[in-house]
């Protein structure tokens, strides 16, 4: 694997109502390869501000791990097949960790398209 140094990573954090929803985008980001991981976390409470009051909802966190120049593209993926209508989607950059593991992240958002055409 390559170095990647000049990559930024990120860590983007998501919420969906129920977990074939979160399995789902989980799924899509990665055949996208808008994210190279995506980790779903049990239910949770989130409290938060919604039409002048304060509401409640049981949520999936979801948080992927990719390269801050795909982000943009992942946003609109997200929010394609989200089912509320203000997802939370935000990013939070990576300032460290292992080599190897954000080498391999690296190489596992890039573009595969040319990958397949070797025969």
Not at 16 to 39: G, H, T
Not at 84 to 103: C, F, K, N, Q, V
């Amino acid at each position: 694997m390559g170095s990647n140094t000049g990559n930024k990573y990120i860590t983007v954090l998501m919420t969906s109502p129920d977990k074939a929803e979160a399995k789902n985008i989980a799924r899509i980001l990665l055949e996208e390869r808008q994210a190279a991981c995506v980790s779903i976390f049990p239910k949770g409470e989130s409290y938060f501000w919604w039409d002048g009051k304060i509401d409640r909802e049981e949520e999936f966190l979801i948080i992927a791990k990719t390269r801050e120049e795909l982000f943009p593209d992942l946003i609109e993926t997200v929010k394609k097949i989200h089912s509320y209508d203000l997802p939370e989607i935000i990013a939070l950059p990576i300032t460290g960790g292992s080599r190897d593991y954000l080498d391999w992240l690296g190489e596992e958002t890039k573009d595969v398209k040319n990958k397949d055409v070797e025969k």
